[in-house]
């Protein structure tokens, strides 16, 4: 059975740091595209960051291009998340997937709060 499972979420000023984990069980996701995900409070989900599996090429929405890093260990099956710079428009919960993401793959996220 594939889990991922996001960790590292917590509660923040503004300004500060986070780095989120999400670890894959169940089978490897090296060979494919990886991804977060947020979800605001009354919001839908939205992209935020991809990496690739052929050259680990990364790419960003707009809103965090400069101020999140996206990176990957192939051996340990993990995804990350560096924050840097968090805004209070950062809160949510944030999730790991497929990139595009698969319905089956969705986990519980992990919540980040900013504070102003």
């Known amino acids: 059975q594939v889990q991922l499972v996001e960790s590292g979420g917590g509660l923040v000023q503004a300004g500060g740091s986070l780095r989120l984990s999400c670890a894959a069980s169940?089978?490897?996701?090296?060979?494919?595209?990886m991804g977060w995900f947020r979800q605001a409070p009354g919001k839908e989900r939205e992209f935020v960051a991809g990496?690739?599996?052929?050259?680990?090429?990364?790419y960003y929405a707009d809103s965090v291009k400069g101020r999140f890093t996206i990176s990957r260990n192939a051996a340990k099956n993990t995804v990350y998340l560096q924050m840097n710079s968090l805004k209070p428009e950062d809160t949510a919960v944030y999730y790991c997937?497929?990139?595009?993401?698969?319905?089956?793959?969705w986990g519980k996220g992990t919540p980040v709060t900013v504070s102003s």
């Open positions: 997937n497929r990139h595009p993401p698969v319905m089956e793959y």
């Open positions: 990496i690739t599996w052929v050259g680990g090429s990364t």
């Open positions: 169940g089978r490897t996701f090296s060979r494919y595209a």
